[in-house]
C-alpha cells in the first residue's frame, strides 16, 4: 500500500520551531518529487516547499525564504521541514505530497503546484500561537 504519512505537527509560540517529517511506504521516494502543502481554514492549499528528483532541485514560496527548510533521505523514505521562526500566518494543515519522476522533468514552481502531486498525506496540524 502506497502512502505517505506526516508527523511533527503542534503547537508552538510565535518565532518557535517545529520539524515535520514525511514517511514514505510501498514508494522508492528517490524516484519521486516531494513537497510540502499547507491550508489554513476557508483557505486554498499553498505550496510551501519541495524538492525534485534532480540534484540540486527545490523551490520555495517567498515568505518561508530563510526560515523554513526542506531535506529529504531517500534510503530512509523520509523528508523533513524545519520551520523556523514561525509566525501566525505560517499556521494551517501540513501536507506531504509526491510524484512520481524518475525522468527528472518536475522543476522551479511546479515543486509546489499541487496540481502536479499524485500521493498526498493525511496531514498533520500547526498552530502558531501565544
Known amino acids: 500500500q502506497v502512502q505517505l504519512v506526516e508527523s511533527g505537527g503542534g503547537l508552538v509560540q510565535p518565532g518557535g520551531s517545529l520539524t515535520l517529517a514525511c514517511v514514505g511506504s510501498?514508494?522508492?521516494?528517490?524516484?519521486?518529487?516531494v513537497g510540502w502543502f499547507r491550508q489554513a481554514p476557508g483557505k486554498e492549499r499553498e505550496g510551501v516547499f519541495g524538492?525534485?528528483?534532480?540534484?540540486?532541485?527545490?523551490y520555495h514560496r517567498g515568505s518561508v525564504w530563510g526560515r523554513f527548510a526542506m531535506s529529504r533521505d531517500n534510503n530512509a523514505n523520509t523528508a523533513w521541514l524545519q520551520m523556523n521562526d514561525l509566525k501566525s500566518e505560517d499556521a494551517g494543515t501540513y501536507y506531504c505530497?509526491?510524484?512520481?519522476?524518475?525522468?527528472?522533468?518536475?522543476?522551479?514552481?511546479?515543486?509546489?503546484?499541487?496540481?502536479?502531486?499524485?500521493?498526498w498525506g493525511q496531514g498533520t496540524l500547526v498552530a502558531v500561537s501565544p
Open positions: 505530497a509526491a510524484r512520481r519522476d524518475p525522468w527528472k522533468t518536475v522543476v522551479g514552481t511546479e515543486l509546489i503546484d499541487p496540481a502536479v502531486y499524485e500521493i
Open positions: 510501498g514508494l522508492p521516494l528517490g524516484d519521486y518529487s
Open positions: 524538492m525534485g528528483t534532480r540534484a540540486g532541485s527545490h
